[in-house]
């Protein structure tokens, strides 16, 4: 079997993630284990510093006989804050720098959090207005389905006036 | 200042509280990480923009309330004295490295001193909720609604995929560290805690001492706090936290009940050999006052001393720091003059009880 990550070495490693309950299965060398950051420390009190140094490794670049371009380094348009200075710190400056250094953050955040990266908690109640209606809907979509396959029609025709009535006030004010 | 009067306004008045489990679990604290959008994270930005933020949250919460959080008080770190800001440390109200933090970082403290949030520390904000005893659910809850209740006022900087943005990478996602202090002297004493806590730890979960250095806890007094925050719900962090405390507790009660029934004359001579030492020494160390403020606590809760309130052991842990030691002194001290003012303000506290 070969490396899920990288689709090039063999698939040494073989983890089971339960990621909000769902479980996944993960096969990969040991390279890229190390570097997607799907080996954890359990023990306590590791160092940010050593966990993020050595994960900067541009991921992709081992391939041979590819030239590589020079690129300008990496850096946050709004606090300036460089790829270099954030590997060593360990802190973001800003809330941009989430975006703008997206392609890195996956095997950080599996590390620190257990295999976690993505938040599955509070909404902020006035900005993620938006965001609360998309769940609610995706919820009832959900309903939806269930209500179809068990054949419950006239209970499915309410939920669908529910979705569209949520979908009403979706961008409605944005303009 | 009499003992009696430096007491009433150094404890705070949550704490005099008794909240469920009390014997065990002293108090359950909810912290939230959360940031303005439109500044830059305090360690980059400008002076200027930190201004604005510590000038805005003045103008729009200083002297108001939130519930049953009355007249926020607005505290510029700048204006403290290195005595002052080490007893909001040495209290919990604000974290060391605010209590470093100068010009344009401050501190929102509610009357009743059971919320306060920390203004340009590692984040724009650190909204802390604490409860007596064992509350977390409640203080979840709660502390919600302080956070909608801030938002009404402020952009949050938050992502649909990563959640709440902060300063660090080990905060992102619900920037929430729930936290318990569990008071586990018979679990200690029995070697258990240390057995416990490699499992405790798998199931994403940090134990560590509080009063004490590094993972020792002194006083037998741990904390045990979330590690993750992103990928589970608050709710689930804080129902894992719950089983997990629920847990201790039990295991505690029953080691109690065990150390009495086995060893009872050996337990009797080690509490009131401790509350000997609390009443008469003439110099003491924060390290053997803990210790023997944890047996005479212990002592209590088991009925073998009686007569002295349950709250002798939170309100000696806080009181006796150095910190608060200077504050009633009204100077700075010595380590050695320390040691002689905490044993004399011990004796005189044990004294008030009879
Ligand atoms: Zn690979
Ligand atoms: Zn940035």
Known sequence: MECQECHKRPATLHFTQVINGDKTEVYVCEVCAKEKGYMTYPEEGYSLHHLLSGLFSPPFETQQNTPRKQTKELQCPKCEMTLSKFKQVGKFGCSQCYQTFEEYLDPIFRRVHSGNTAHHGKIPARKGGDLRIKKEVDAYREELQRLIKNEAFEEAATIRDKIKELEKKLGGDEG | ?????????????????????????????????????????????????????????????????????????????????????????????????????????????????????????????????????????????????????????????????????????????????????????????????????????????????????????????????????????????????????????????????????????????????????????????????????????????LGIIENVSRSILNELMVLTQPGFLQQYAQKSLTPNERDVLRASLIRERIQLEN
């Open chain 2, 1 to 301: 200042m009499t003992l009696q009067q430096f007491m009433n306004e150094a404890i705070s008045p949550w704490m005099r509280e008794d909240g469920p489990d009390s014997d065990i679990v002293l108090s359950s604290r909810i912290r939230l990480a959360r940031n303005f959008a439109k500044y830059s994270f305090p360690i980059l930005a400008d002076e200027d923009d930190l201004d604005h933020i510590s000038t805005f949250i003045r103008k729009e919460y200083e002297n108001q309330s939130f519930q049953s959080y009355k007249s926020f008080s607005f505290i510029p770190i700048q204006d403290l004295t290195p005595v002052e800001r080490r007893v909001l440390v040495e209290k919990h109200l604000i974290s060391p490295h605010l209590a470093e933090q100068g010009h344009s970082s401050a501190v929102l403290i509610s009357e009743n001193e059971q919320v306060s949030i920390m203004v340009n520390e590692e984040d724009h904000l650190r909204l802390q909720l604490y409860f007596p005893g064992f509350q977390l659910t409640e203080a979840l809850g709660k502390v919600f609604e302080l956070d909608d209740w801030l938002e009404e006022k402020v952009n949050y900087a938050f992502d649909e995929k990563r959640g709440y943005l902060t300063g660090c990478p080990t905060n992102v996602g619900t920037g929430m560290r729930a936290s318990v202090m569990m008071h586990l002297p018979a679990l200690a004493w029995t070697q258990q805690v240390n057995r416990m806590i490699p499992a405790i730890n798998q199931l994403g979960l940090v134990v560590r001492g509080i009063y004490g250095e590094g993972s020792e806890a002194t006083g037998n007094i741990f904390q045990i706090s979330n590690q993750i925050t992103l990928g589970k719900s608050e709710e689930d962090i804080v129902e894992d936290l719950q089983s997990v405390a629920r847990q201790l507790v039990e295991h505690e009660r029953r080691a109690r009940s065990r150390i009495m029934e086995q060893s009872s004359k050996r337990l009797e001579d080690r509490i009131y050999r401790s509350y000997g030492i609390l009443s008469y020494s003439r110099i003491i160390e924060s390290k053997e006052a803990a210790t023997c403020l944890s047996d005479v606590r212990l002592g209590i809760d």
